[in-house]
């Protein structure tokens, strides 16, 4: 079955840097693979979205890459501020569903 | 202006008393979802409901059932909730088959069983 493995540690970086969170997956390509942020006691709050045939996605400060020979995306906040500090998730969809397949997230920390 | 709102967001409930949390939507979507999510892990999904047609993960237990209805409300009934079951429920909807496939969560409901 599809799995989803993010970093497992937590992310601690000066503000100011470029953060990078990586999101991997087993399998079979997904038909897009979304990024979400989650703060603590909150839902999850939808950042981006790319699909099998992108390469790249931006918005703002935030870009994300989806390498489908690698089997894996990753999300870059350029300019981390100390608000970015949160948990972020990766979530995959194969498409022919209503389904995701979620991360565990990766905690992110931006130190003044 | 929050699009999709759950009540309450807090909940205290005894061992096997009975709990039902809500949450409705402004966005007309027609696909909403209920998550359990455990601290430190991902959202589990527990069921959906695409318009009026139900569906069920496979492990998700009898304890828990789902009503929507209509577009707007939907509910998840915990009949007989156990210590297992203080989590954070979390409710989202999105608008499915239209190019637009992704979520919008409610703030969530914590459960807590005494």
């Known amino acids: 079955s599809q799995k989803i493995e993010q970093n497992s540690e937590a992310l601690n970086i000066q503000e100011g840097k470029t953060a990078t969170l990586t999101c991997n997956y087993t399998n079979y390509s997904p038909a897009y693979l979304q990024w979400y942020r989650q703060d603590p006691g909150r839902g999850p709050v939808f950042l981006l979205l790319i699909r099998e045939n992108e390469k790249e996605k931006r918005k703002e400060r935030l870009k994300v890459t989806f390498d489908t020979t690698l089997k894996q995306s990753l999300f870059h906040i350029t300019a981390s501020q100390p608000a970015d500090s949160a948990t972020y998730l990766c979530?995959?969809?194969?498409?022919?569903?209503?389904?995701?397949?979620w991360g565990l997230g990766t905690s992110l920390a931006v130190n003044p | 202006d929050a699009m999709v709102i759950q009540n309450p967001r807090y909940q205290v409930t005894q061992f096997g008393k009975p709990v039902t949390l809500s949450c409705s939507q402004t966005l007309n979507h027609n696909v909403m979802y209920w998550y359990q999510q455990k601290s430190s892990q991902a959202p589990k999904l527990l069921f959906h409901y695409y318009d009026k047609d139900f569906n069920n993960e496979a492990d998700t237990p009898d304890n828990f059932q789902s009503r929507r209805p209509n577009t707007s409300f939907c509910f998840l009934d915990i009949r007989s909730p156990g210590l297992g079951d203080a989590a954070m429920y979390l409710c989202a909807t999105s608008n499915w088959g239209l190019g637009d496939e992704k979520l919008f969560f409610g703030s969530g409901t914590q459960l807590s069983v005494l």
């Open positions: 979530a995959l969809s194969t498409g022919n569903n209503r389904k995701l397949i």
